[in-house]
């Protein structure tokens, strides 16, 4: 049982450069979420879903984009990489609206240079 | 709009010894609460959470905390904590029909011997 899994774990770019981070539950969740974390700041919202096919904007939303293709697979995007999304990113996802609780992924390290 | 604010960015604790972790929300309407622990270089783990009945929740790792309406809180507390305590806690909220929780900013507890 996967739970959440991220990939990369790890990963350096270039300003300028894209990428794309994967996030993975195996547990048939509805809601999934991508959360960036910098020190001081706790956690932070930048995009989420509702189910296959939708996806909403959270808190910080500016520089990425998401897609949910599949209900099991929540991507995020970074399409001009700049030195301030150096940051650490979780995926969660939760049965529902997250009354019951998030399970998190490991996190990907994401340094901007 | 929800707020959850956790006012003590460090706490030092001798091993064995009490602690108390803050924790306030800010909301007009019912809450749901939530309480979550990452170890170094980990993702987030559920703690325990407050839904709904009686006000003094008990989770894993003999970590307890009680929602007081009145005073817009759910703070932490464990009788005597280990080393192995040491960790980063976040408080997080979130209602009906809200679609995502919110976190504060964390609070580090760090255990000496």
């Known amino acids: 049982n996967a739970g959440v899994t991220q990939t990369p774990k790890f990963r350096v770019l270039k300003t300028g450069q894209s990428m794309t981070l994967l996030c993975a539950q195996d547990m048939n969740h509805e809601y999934m979420y991508w959360y960036r974390q910098d020190p001081g700041m706790g956690l932070r919202l930048i995009h989420y879903?509702?189910?296959?096919?939708?996806?909403a904007k959270g808190e910080v939303p500016d520089g990425y984009n998401v897609s949910r293709l599949k209900k099991q697979n929540f991507l995020l995007g970074l399409e001009s990489a700049a030195p301030s999304q150096t940051s650490v990113y979780f995926c969660?996802?939760?049965?529902?609206?997250?009354?019951?609780?998030?399970?998190f992924g490991s996190g990907t390290r994401l340094t901007v240079v | 709009a929800q707020s959850v604010t956790q006012l003590d960015s460090q706490v030092p604790v001798f091993e064995e010894a009490p602690v108390e972790l803050r924790c306030n929300y800010s909301s007009s309407v019912s809450v749901y609460l939530f309480w979550y622990v990452q170890y170094p270089n980990q993702g987030l783990q559920l703690l325990l959470k407050y839904l709904s009945g009686s006000t003094l929740v008990k989770g894993i790792n003999g970590f307890e905390a009680e929602f007081n309406k009145s005073q817009t809180s759910f703070h932490l507390r464990k009788p005597s904590v280990h080393i192995s305590d040491t960790a980063e806690y976040f408080c997080?909220?979130?209602?009906?029909?809200?679609?995502?929780?919110?976190f504060g900013t964390g609070t580090r507890l760090l255990v000496s011997p």
């Open positions: 997080a909220v979130t209602y009906t029909g809200f679609q995502k929780l919110v």
């Open positions: 879903s509702v189910g296959e096919g939708t996806t």
């Open positions: 969660a996802s939760s049965i529902d609206n997250g009354n019951y609780g998030y399970t």
